[in-house]
C-alpha cells in the first residue's frame, strides 16, 4: 500500500524540480534567518542566488553535530521562538545535547513522513499500534506516536521499560503492529515465545529502528512472531523517525526525497560517491522551517540506488546501514559517545582517565559495562570505599548519558595501554 502516489512515486524529473525549488528556498531561509549559515556562506562566496538547483549542492559547505554543539542551544533555529511548538534532544559529543525545535508545519511534515512509513508496514485506520520507543527528548516515541494517529491508528503509548506489562497489553488489546527498537522487540519475541504465549497476540507488523541491525535479525524475528518486520530509519537533528522507510519488499530503505535531500560522500574527502558504492549519507532538509540544516553529515555508512522499487515508489533507495564513520555507539537506542563518559569521570576527578567501554547484548538486551581504574588504596581492606565508589561513578555516568551502566574499579595500569589510538570502546554484540 503506498500513501500518497503523487509523493511518492513522481518521475525523477519532477522530483528534482521539486527538490530544487525547495533547496532555493531553505537556501535563503536559512541565510537570512541563521547568522552562522550566512557567515558561513559568505566566507564561501556565496549567495543565496548562487544555488540555483539540486546540481548545485555542492557548492554548500557541509554542516556536522559540532556546529550544532559550537551554536547551542537555539544558534540554528530560523524561526523564532514564538513559532517553536515542540523541542526534542540528542546527545552531542562531549555531553551537551543538541537540541532540535519544530514548527507546527514541522510536526505536520513529520507525522506526514511517519504516516508514509507506518503504510508501508501496514499500519492504518483500523490497526492498533503500541509506541514502545521512549517517549520524551528522544525522538522515536512521539515521532511515531504522532504519525500512527495521522493515520487514524489507535495508539498505545507505552514507552520503554515495562516489558511485563508491554506483553500483557499486546495480548490484551489486540495490538497489530509495534515500533520498538529490533534489539528490544527481539527481547519481546523470546520472552513471548518462552511463556508460550506467541499463539495469543495478534501482532501483524513491527516498525524498528534507531540503531543497526542486520537482515538476518528481522527474518529472526519475522519467523518468531510470525509478523513483517521493517526498518525505519532517522535522527533527531533531521527530524526524528521517518526519514526513511523500508516496504514489504526489504530492498532498501525508501528516503522521502521531497523533503530530504541526499547525499552519499566519501568520509576522508568529503566528494560525492557513485551510487552503488557505501559512503557518509549526508541530508539536505528541503522544508524544514525551526531548524534547517544544509548538507548535515550524519556519519552513517550506507550507499544508495536510483531505480524504481517492486512497490511502485520511485523514490531512492538506500541500502541497510553498514555502521559509523565516528565512534556514537548505539545502546539500546542510546546514542553513546566515549567521550561523554570521559568527561564524566574526570569531572569526578576520584578516577584515572584510564577507562574502557565493553557492551554485550545478553537476552537481547543491550549491557554496557565500564571497567575504570583507581589508585591502589581502593584495593586494600576497604571494600566499602570501593563499592560507594562504583555506585557514586554508576550514577555519574547514567546522569551523563541517560543509561543505566555497570561500573568496575580496576587496579592501576591493568588496562592495557595502546600504542596508537586508544582502544575505548570493545563491542561483543554479534549484529
Ligand atoms: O534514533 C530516531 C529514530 C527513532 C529512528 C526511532 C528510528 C526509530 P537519534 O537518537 O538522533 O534519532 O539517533 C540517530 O541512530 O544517525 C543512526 O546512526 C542510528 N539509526 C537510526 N535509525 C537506524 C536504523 C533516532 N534504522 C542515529 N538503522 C542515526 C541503523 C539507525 N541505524
Redesign the pocket.
Known sequence: MIWNETKECMSRDEMTALQSARLNKVVNRVYHNVEYYRKKMQQAGLEPGDINGIEDIEKLPFTNKDDLRDTYPYGLFAAPQSEIVRIHA?SGTTGKATVVGYTRRDIDVWSECVARALTMAGVGKGSTIQVA?GYGL???GL??HYGAEHLGATVIPMSTGNTKKLTTMMEDLGATSIACTPSYLLHIAETLEAEGRIPNIKLKSAI??????TEAMRIQIEEKLHISAH???????IM??GVACDCIYHTG?HIYEDHFLPEIVSPETLKAIADGETGELVFTTLTKEGIPLIRYR???LTSIGYDKCECGRTLARIS??KG?SDD?L?IR?V?VFPSQIEAALLEMGETSPHYIMEVDRIDNLDILEVKVEVEDRYFSDEIRALESLTRKIERTIRDAIGLAVKVKLVEPKSIERSMGKAVRVIDKRKL
Not at 524498528?208 to 541491525?213: R, T, V
Open positions: 540528542s520507543y528522544f525522538t522515536g515521532g511515531a524498528c529502528g534507531a540503531e543497526p541491525w526498518d525505519i530509519y532517522g535522527l533527531s537533528e526524528g523517525p530503505l550524519t556519519k552513517d541497510r546501514f559509523r556514537m548505539i537506542g546514542n
